[in-house]
């Protein structure tokens, strides 16, 4: 699956990254502790979040995360889109909320990104 | 002694969270352009970024360092203070002391040295209250 294969099941809008809505995608996380996100992400995951500060990006490039989905109708500021470009994270905001963007994406054959980082 | 390929150093400022990862951005580029694997790297990044945000969150300042030889990359976070109480606690999962500020933000879980630890291959923590706690993590390369 890819990014683009997403964004009708979450009626979601591309915020930024359109050029590179073809990477696949292969599991999920869904956390606005971006603690957590550090301590659990594994490789070519996506973030659903519904924390929209400038240090979700960051989390995201740290973990190589490069799709970020803002839930529940969220739109984040501008600098943190500014960021999201210079790193080269697509950025897509849908209206559902965390728990049922979560539940659309596992219906739709997306795993969570369960492991341990450093497993 | 193995040859060093390439030493690097940043000051961290406490309470600098706009700045939050852009010594470990800046790490991380680095390895990258010299071709390390993915896989090291992320775990490189990650502890890199927990030092990073302990450095803001908890010490009143200090220094990240990296140093990288043929077969491993050493990463060194150092601060002038204020010191861990209990390192056996502070090590715990869910043990934080972090700030509103900090958790507002989306940290301050208590998975930070954790998260350090399994991510590095070796890693030593030394610290003392009043004076500083310096914490030394080691990635093998080969």
């Known amino acids: 699956m890819t990014i683009r294969d997403l964004i009708p099941i979450l009626d979601a809008k591309v915020l930024c990254g359109e050029t590179d809505l073809d990477q696949e995608v292969r599991s999920a996380c869904g956390s606005d502790l971006m603690s957590d996100v550090l301590a659990f992400v594994k490789d070519k995951a996506i973030l659903i979040t519904g924390l929209t500060n400038v240090h979700v990006m960051r989390t995201a490039e740290m973990l190589d995360i490069h799709c970020v989905i803002f839930a529940r109708g969220k739109i984040p500021p501008e600098d943190v889109l500014e960021e999201a470009r210079e790193i080269g994270i697509v950025v897509l905001a849908t209206e559902y909320t965390n728990y049922t963007t979560c539940g659309l994406l596992y219906e739709a054959g997306i795993r969570g990104s369960s492991l341990r980082s450093g497993a | ?142």
């Open chain 2, 1 to 142: 002694m193995q040859e060093q390929l390439l030493k690097d150093s940043y000051s961290v400022c406490a309470g600098e969270y706009q700045t939050a990862g852009d010594a470990s951005a800046s790490i991380k580029r680095k390895l990258k352009q010299l071709g390390i694997d993915s896989t090291i790297l992320r775990r490189i990044a990650v502890a890199s970024y927990e030092a990073e945000l302990n450095l803001i969150i908890h010490s009143q300042g200090g220094e990240l360092m990296m140093e990288m030889t043929p077969v491993q990359i050493k990463l060194i976070s150092k601060d002038v203070g204020p010191g861990i109480a209990d390192v056996s606690q502070a090590l715990k999962e869910g043990f934080s002391t972090a700030s509103e500020e900090a958790r507002d933000l989306g940290f301050g879980a208590g998975m930070g040295l954790p998260n350090m630890k399994r991510n590095a291959d070796s890693f030593d923590i030394q610290s003392e209250l009043g004076v500083g706690t310096t914490i030394e993590m080691g990635f093998q390369l080969k």
